[in-house]
C-alpha cells in the first residue's frame, strides 16, 4: 500500500499535494549535471534564486507541486531540487529511470543486465539517490516516434517490474503515439492501469487513441502547453473533446517547462514564450472558459486528478524477477 507520497523533502499525504502540475523540469543538462549546477557557489545561489523566480509565479496560481521527471541521463539534480524545496516550501516529486535508450544499454551492459537495472530504479525509490537519502516518488519511462525498439520495451518491463515491487507510480514520454503499446506492456508486467500516466499525450489529436487509454484504466497527459511544437489550440480542442465526452478524471495537466536548460531553449523568451509553468493558467484556463468547461473541471485537472493518481495502490508481492 502506497498511501504516502514522496516528495524531495520526505513523504506528504495526497491532502497536501494541492494544485499539481505533472511535468515539469526544474533544470535539465544531458549526462549532467556539471559540478557548478549542483554544488554550492555562485553558479548554484544564482539558479536556486532564479528558479525560485519561477516558483513564486506558480505559487500565485496556487500551485503547491510539480512533478519533476527528469531522469539521471538528463540532468536530475537532487542537491538543487532539494535547495529549492526547502527554501520555498513548494513540494517537488522526483523520478527514478532512463530517458534514452543508449543510456540504458551502457547501464544494463555494465551493471549485470536488467535486473541489475531494477535494483537500482528499486532503491532510488525506496532508499535514496546516490546515498543522498533523497527517494524518488515516480518511475519515469519513455518511447520515441518509431515503433518500440526491443531495449525500449526491455526498459518498460524493468519500469512495470520496479512498479510491482515498490508500488510506485509510473509516468511516460510518448511522442503523442505508442502509449496504448506503453500501456500495455506496464499493465502485464502487473502495474495497475491508474498507476500510469501516458505522457505527451496532447501531441495526438486522435479522439479515439486517447479514448482507449482512458477506458482501459490509465491517466492521459496534457502536458506541453506553450510548446512550440504545436498550437495550445489544438491542444485544448483536444482535451475539450475529452472532458466533453465525461472523461475529465483521467486527464492532468502541465507544460513540460524546463526552468534552466543547459545548452537549451530559454523559457518564455522568441518561439518559447507561452512556454513556461504558468502558460495553464494565463492561456489555457480562458480557453477552456471560452469552450464551456466548468471550474470544476478545471479543479478536476488540477487538483482531484493527480491525488486520486497518488492515492490509488497496487498490490505487490509476489513478483518474479526479471530473468
Ligand atoms: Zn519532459
Known sequence: MNMTITTVTGNISPEQLGPTLMHEHVFVQYGGPSSPYSTPGEVFD?????????????????????????????????????????TTSFQIICATGIYSTAVYRRMRDRSGGPAAIAD?????????????GVRAGIIKVATGAQRI???????????AHTAYVTGAPV?????????????????SGGVSPERIIIGHSCLSRDFNYHRRIIEAGSYLAFDRFGMPDMPDEVRVASLH?????????RLVVSHDSVWHWVDGPVMGTGAYRNWKPTNFFERIIPMLQYCGVHDADITALLVDNPRRF??????????????
Open 46 to 86: 544564482e539558479l536556486v534564486a532564479s528558479c525560485t523566480v519561477a516558483i513564486d509565479q506558480m505559487k500565485r496560481y496556487g500551485v503547491r507541486t510539480v512533478v519533476d521527471p527528469t531522469t539521471v541521463d538528463l540532468g536530475r539534480n537532487i542537491p538543487l531540487l532539494v535547495a529549492l524545496s526547502t
Open 120 to 132: 537500482l530504479f528499486v532503491r532510488e525509490l525506496t532508499q535514496g539517490i546516490d546515498g543522498s
Open 149 to 159: 525498439t526491443d531495449d525500449e520495451r526491455e526498459l518498460l518491463e524493468v519500469a
Open 171 to 187: 509516468i511516460t514520454h510518448t511522442e503523442g503515439m505508442h502509449g496504448e503499446e506503453q500501456q500495455r506492456i506496464l499493465i
Open 241 to 249: 473533446a475529452l472532458i466533453a465526452a465525461g472523461f475529465t478524471s
Open 310 to 323: 497518488f492515492s490509488s495502490t497496487h498490490s505487490g508481492g509476489n513478483f518474479s524477477p526479471i530473468v
